[in-house]
């Protein structure tokens, strides 16, 4: 048998795993998410971030499949349409999976005497008293499942931001993409660790990190998160970063001890990554990077320790020079950084960080 699984997954949550996984046993399971584009039908986040929050959530389930074939529909697809699609890949008897709430009002379904003749229903039933003959107006061959879902409903996830509704996987994937407006709590924690002009800072950097992402073809919401959170640590006293680096368990070198303003990118990388819980490489990266730069930066490292240059708030001597190189060429204008800051160290007389003579001289190697 094989059982069709369609839903909005805006965001895909712990019940919707549990239902694939109770599907899965009955029968090869297809999750199939609603193409709807964004803001328009219903859906918060675009098909395609809900068809990766789905493989995340659902592709370790075996016997469970995700399958894009509403969008190869086309605009508008009634569950009728999708459902003769799939009959015409398979000779499997199909069963379609619904909710109590969508059984109640199954006869007002496109088509729904024709639909119910080409499929088993299969019913989640939540409070177990559900009024089915809505479904047997239609004569659809129907069946209550054994399994009760937790109530939990995306659009109350929508609303809460309650990450403890969701499987781990899609909670990293919506915070390092910045999804369903995630942004905003970021934007709290700054104000509450930032004063404002450090907080304006961090709004332009992730404006202009986002700009560049967009220009070079990198991830441009990842940019923008990496952005606004790089110096989320910086207005923190000495004291408490110390403390900070030590309970994540951090091991500064001689150098960086005696370089505070180093600090807030170690201990900024180490706060995202537990504190806020964005998990994704390359955010982390990026932060961790933005003060010394490194040997071999990755594409939206080299981003947002630019961007931390030219954002529209820097006023320096040589910025308008600074802005123009970054936007003819990312590893031109890390030459140009790196070299300024390692003249200027030097100038001072303070200490420059090897990763920073490292990136300085593979800058200057090209
Ligand atoms: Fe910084
Ligand atoms: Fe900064």
């Known amino acids: 048998m094989l059982i069709i699984f369609g839903g909005s997954f805006d965001p895909p949550h712990k019940s919707h795993v549990d239902m694939a996984k109770y599907l899965s046993k009955i029968g090869k399971t297809l999750i199939i998410p609603a193409f709807c584009a964004p803001h328009k039908h219903g859906a918060a986040e675009s098909f395609e971030d809900r068809v990766k929050m789905c493989e995340i959530a659902f592709g370790d389930i075996e016997n469970v499949e995700i399958s894009t074939i509403e969008k190869e529909l086309g605009k508008k697809s009634y569950t009728l349409n999708t459902v003769k699609a799939i009959k015409e890949t398979t000779k499997e008897p199909l069963a379609l999976a619904i909710g ?22 299969f019913v989640f039933a939540r409070d177990g008293k559900t009024d089915l003959s809505a479904l047997e107006k239609t004569g659809a061959d129907y069946k209550m499942l054994d399994f009760k879902p937790k109530c939990c409903a995306s659009s109350g996830f929508r609303k809460t931001l309650d990450f403890s509704l969701l499987p781990q996987g899609v909670t990293q994937y919506i915070k ?8 905003e709590l970021y934007k709290r924690e700054l104000r509450r660790l930032l004063g404002d002009k450090r907080y304006n800072h961090c709004l332009n950097v992730a404006d202009e990190a986002k700009r560049l992402a967009k220009l070079y073809g990198a991830n441009t919401r990842k940019a923008y998160t990496a952005g606004l959170l790089h110096d989320i640590t910086k207005e923190l006293p000495q004291k408490e970063q110390l403390q900070m680096a030590d309970d994540f368990g951090i091991i500064m070198t001689d150098l960086e001890k ?7 990118a170690i201990t900024g ?12 490489a390359e955010i982390i990266d990026a932060v961790r990077y933005h003060t010394t730069a490194k040997k071999d930066m990755g594409l939206l490292c080299k ?22 190189a970054v936007d003819k060429s990312l590893d031109e204008a890390m030459l140009i950084a790196t070299q300024f800051t390692v003249n200027d160290l030097a100038s001072r007389g303070l200490p420059i960080h090897p990763d920073t003579v490292e990136a300085f001289k593979q800058y200057k190697k090209r």
Not at 269 to 280: G, R, T, V
Request: contains cysteine.
């Open 303 to 324: 981003i947002l320790y630019l961007a931390d240059y030219t954002s529209a708030d820097r006023d320096y001597d040589g910025v308008e020079q600074m802005r123009e």
């Open 176 to 183: 390092a993409n910045s999804l369903y407006g995630v942004e």
């Open 100 to 121: 109590d709430d969508m059984a109640r009002s199954f006869d007002s379904w496109y088509h729904a005497e024709e639909l119910a003749a080409l499929c088993k229903i």
């Open 269 to 280: 990388a180490a706060f995202i990554q537990n504190s806020l819980e964005i998990k994704d």
């Open 258 to 264: 005696r370089a505070p303003k180093l600090w807030h």
